[in-house]
């Protein structure tokens, strides 16, 4: 399944990614990480009854991660470099140095070498990991058979209107644990860098930690930073905390392991939601299921403040655009909650809904609106203004959507034509909104056949196309100025920032040329 989605703007990604090795401390810390999940059950029958507090994780995606890592491991040995200057056989050591058969020669021209002819492929392989400045690119966090990883995504624009475009996977990032939310940061996670930009994800998975990976560079094992999780010192199993074999009366009479210690500031459960907050780089905002939100420092990596102001599972965070210092927050208590992040008690205002909170968006159009969806399928817009005026927060809500007839678990205002929102849900539908004048009218209704849907948004550089990911683990890109009711009245703006191309829905083994699979326009749906 596809459970998350981000684009990247375009021009973020170097051309040519740094391609690295990993060193023995990384393979070593994820092989540490592996045995210390593993040991966790034996530890909490060990301990005197008392559960130890730590995340939900799966222990076969852990392994998985180890085994990717130790395959690399066991490549060298096969090199036997410990070895290498010990070998008796001189002919054998000057082969090595200076080659011995025809492959080994050097030729003046490529053209005369045997071994580069025929070399297309190569060439064709050479072009496909080059990222041109045309090119988009947007993360896909996958999951497959209890394995996890996130893939970085190129799509390439036709130039020929009418043409299909073509996308394909340029590499991944093996994932420790289930990955629940994204979100793209141009931050490292460095203060002596904090001033540079690079292209970074944050990931929020079950485990309490949130990874920041570089993007840049292909094979890497570890991320490039950590907020929270786990102190270093508890990645490594305790002794005879999960010996095989071992009688629990024997068990019983050796010390009793510690509980996992979690970094100061440190969620304590699942990371949900996060958001970047782009006018102030080094900042990010998560939601997670222990009920808090938590305000990071990326560039230090610590934790500068931490809020309580929900009652339960904090499902989704948002920064206002326009007034960066404004944060939304929505949950499982079924309120979504405004507070201004200048304040220093961090008194907030507080909105009921219907049901629990799935996702929340600010309206681009007017930036003192946002928008909420909940479990029932309702999206529902406020106003601040209102809302901050005791006599006027009942009339706050600007206007109500029946929009879906299950949870409506995505939604995403169109960058360019602000009046145009897609919402997105697990009844395996997106819908297009014309939400101008604040009375919502339905554009045109897809059945995108990738299933229950969970992540979907625009592109800002191509306004033109939206991702959509869901249950049945494909990615889908869809135009949707193939469609004559978007067309009509966005139109003439969203052309002006497309470069031609059409809808199609890739998965690794398939492609679907335009409108093959998509659902005809149901005007009278409503």
Same mark, same amino acid.
């Given at each position: 399944? &596809?459970?998350?989605?981000?684009?990247?703007?375009?021009?973020?990604?170097?051309?040519?990614?740094?391609?690295?090795?990993?060193?023995?401390?990384?393979?070593?810390?994820?092989?540490?990480?592996?045995?210390?999940?593993?040991?966790?059950?034996?530890?909490?029958?060990?301990?005197?009854?008392?559960?130890?507090?730590?995340?939900?994780?799966?222990?076969?995606?852990?392994?998985?991660?180890?085994?990717?890592?130790?395959?690399?491991?066991?490549?060298?040995?096969?090199?036997?470099?410990?070895?290498?200057?010990?070998?008796?056989?001189?002919?054998?050591?000057?082969?090595?140095?200076?080659?011995?058969?025809?492959?080994?020669?050097?030729?003046?021209?490529?053209?005369?070498?045997?071994?580069? +002819?025929?070399?297309?492929?190569?060439?064709?392989?050479?072009?496909?990991?080059?990222?041109?400045?045309?090119?988009?690119?947007?993360?896909?966090?996958?999951? +497959?058979?209890?394995?996890?990883?996130?893939?970085?995504?190129?799509?390439?624009?036709?130039?020929?209107?009418?043409?299909?475009?073509?996308? %394909?996977?340029?590499?991944?990032?093996?994932?420790?644990?289930?990955?629940?939310?994204?979100?793209?940061?141009?931050? %490292?996670?460095?203060?002596?860098?904090?001033?540079? #930009?690079?292209?970074?994800?944050? &990931?929020?998975?079950?485990?309490?930690? &949130?990874?920041?990976?570089?993007?840049?560079?292909?094979?890497?094992?570890?991320?490039?930073?950590?907020?929270?999780?786990?102190?270093?010192?508890?990645?490594?199993?305790?002794?005879?905390?999960?010996?095989?074999?071992?009688?629990?009366?024997?068990?019983?009479?050796?010390?009793?392991?510690?509980?996992?210690?979690?970094?100061?500031?440190?969620? +304590?459960?699942?990371?949900?939601?996060?958001?970047?907050? %782009?006018?102030?780089?080094?900042?990010?905002?998560?939601?997670?299921?222990?009920?808090?939100?938590?305000?990071?420092?990326?560039?230090?990596?610590?934790?500068?403040?931490?809020? #309580? #102001?929900?009652?339960?599972?904090?499902?989704?965070?948002?920064?206002?655009?326009?007034?960066?210092?404004?944060?939304?927050?929505?949950?499982?208590?079924?309120?979504?909650?405004?507070?201004?992040?200048?304040?220093?008690?961090?008194?907030?205002? +507080?909105?009921?809904? *219907?049901?629990?909170?799935?996702?929340?968006?600010?309206?681009? =159009?007017?930036?003192?609106?946002?928008?909420?969806?909940?479990?029932?399928?309702?999206?529902?817009?406020?106003?601040?203004?209102?809302?901050?005026?005791?006599? =006027?927060?009942?009339?706050?809500?600007? %206007?109500?959507?029946?929009?879906?007839?299950?949870?409506?678990?995505?939604?995403?205002?169109?960058?360019?034509? #602000?009046?145009?929102?897609?919402?997105?849900?697990?009844?395996? *539908?997106?819908?297009?909104?014309?939400?101008?004048?604040?009375?919502?009218?339905?554009?045109?209704?897809?059945?995108?056949?990738?299933?229950?849907?969970?992540?979907?948004?625009?592109? =800002?550089?191509?306004?033109?196309?939206?991702?959509?990911?869901?249950?049945?683990?494909?990615?889908?890109?869809?135009?949707?100025?193939?469609?004559?009711?978007?067309?009509?009245?966005?139109?003439?703006?969203?052309?002006?920032?497309?470069?031609?191309?059409?809808?199609?829905?890739?998965?690794?083994?398939?492609?679907?040329?335009?409108?093959?699979? &998509?659902?005809?326009?149901?005007?009278?749906?409503?």
């Amino acid at each position: 399944m &596809i459970s998350a989605l981000a684009w990247l703007p375009r021009g973020a990604a170097k051309t040519t990614p740094e391609v690295t090795e990993p060193t023995a401390e990384d393979i070593e810390h994820v092989k540490d990480r592996a045995d210390a999940e593993a040991g966790e059950t034996s530890a909490d029958v060990d301990s005197d009854g008392e559960a130890p507090v730590k995340p939900k994780s799966t222990r076969a995606k852990a392994k998985a991660a180890a085994r990717a890592v130790g395959d690399l491991a066991g490549g060298m040995d096969e090199l036997d470099m410990d070895n290498y200057d010990d070998d008796s056989d001189e002919d054998g050591a000057a082969a090595r140095l200076f080659g011995s058969t025809a492959a080994d020669r050097v030729f003046e021209n490529n053209a005369d070498d045997p071994e580069l +002819e025929g070399d297309e492929e190569s060439d064709e392989e050479i072009e496909d990991f080059t990222i041109r400045d045309t090119d988009l690119l947007f993360l896909a966090a996958r999951t +497959e058979d209890d394995v996890s990883h996130m893939e970085v995504w190129v799509f390439e624009e036709s130039d020929d209107p009418g043409e299909d475009g073509n996308m %394909y996977v340029h590499h991944d990032l093996m994932l420790p644990a289930f990955p629940l939310c994204m979100a793209w940061m141009d931050c %490292y996670p460095d203060p002596s860098m904090a001033s540079q #930009h690079g292209n970074f994800v944050a &990931i929020g998975t079950f485990r309490p930690e &949130i990874e920041i990976w570089n993007l840049d560079v292909l094979d890497a094992v570890a991320p490039a930073g950590m907020l929270g999780g786990l102190k270093s010192e508890q990645l490594e199993p305790e002794e005879g905390a999960s010996a095989a074999g071992d009688s629990k009366k024997k068990k019983k009479k050796k010390k009793a392991p510690a509980k996992p210690v979690l970094k100061e500031g440190s969620h +304590e459960d699942a990371v949900l939601g996060m958001c970047w907050n %782009y006018n102030f780089r080094n900042v990010l905002a998560s939601g997670s299921a222990d009920c808090t939100v938590k305000v990071w420092d990326v560039a230090q990596q610590k934790c500068d403040r931490t809020l #309580h #102001h929900h009652d339960g599972k904090v499902q989704a965070v948002a920064w206002n655009p326009v007034e960066p210092q404004v944060l939304l927050s929505g949950g499982f208590d079924r309120t979504a909650q405004l507070v201004d992040m200048r304040t220093e008690n961090g008194a907030t205002v +507080e909105v009921p809904l *219907t049901a629990d909170c799935e996702c929340l968006v600010w309206d681009l =159009k007017n930036p003192s609106c946002f928008v909420v969806s909940s479990e029932d399928g309702l999206v529902v817009c406020h106003d601040v203004r209102m809302l901050m005026d005791k006599s =006027k927060k009942s009339k706050s809500t600007v %206007y109500t959507l029946g929009a879906h007839d299950a949870a409506t678990c995505a939604m995403s205002f169109n960058p360019v034509c #602000h009046e145009l929102l897609a919402t997105a849900s697990t009844d395996k *539908t997106v819908k297009m909104w014309d939400c101008t004048g604040g009375k919502p009218s339905l554009l045109h209704t897809a059945d995108l056949k990738i299933g229950a849907l969970f992540a979907m948004g625009f592109c =800002k550089d191509a306004p033109h196309l939206l991702a959509a990911g869901g249950s049945k683990g494909v990615v889908s890109v869809w135009d949707i100025m193939t469609k004559a009711s978007v067309a009509n009245r966005f139109g003439a703006e969203l052309a002006k920032h497309a470069r031609g191309g059409a809808s199609k829905i890739v998965s690794e083994d398939t492609v679907i040329g335009p409108d093959e699979d &998509i659902e005809e326009e149901d005007e009278d749906d409503d």
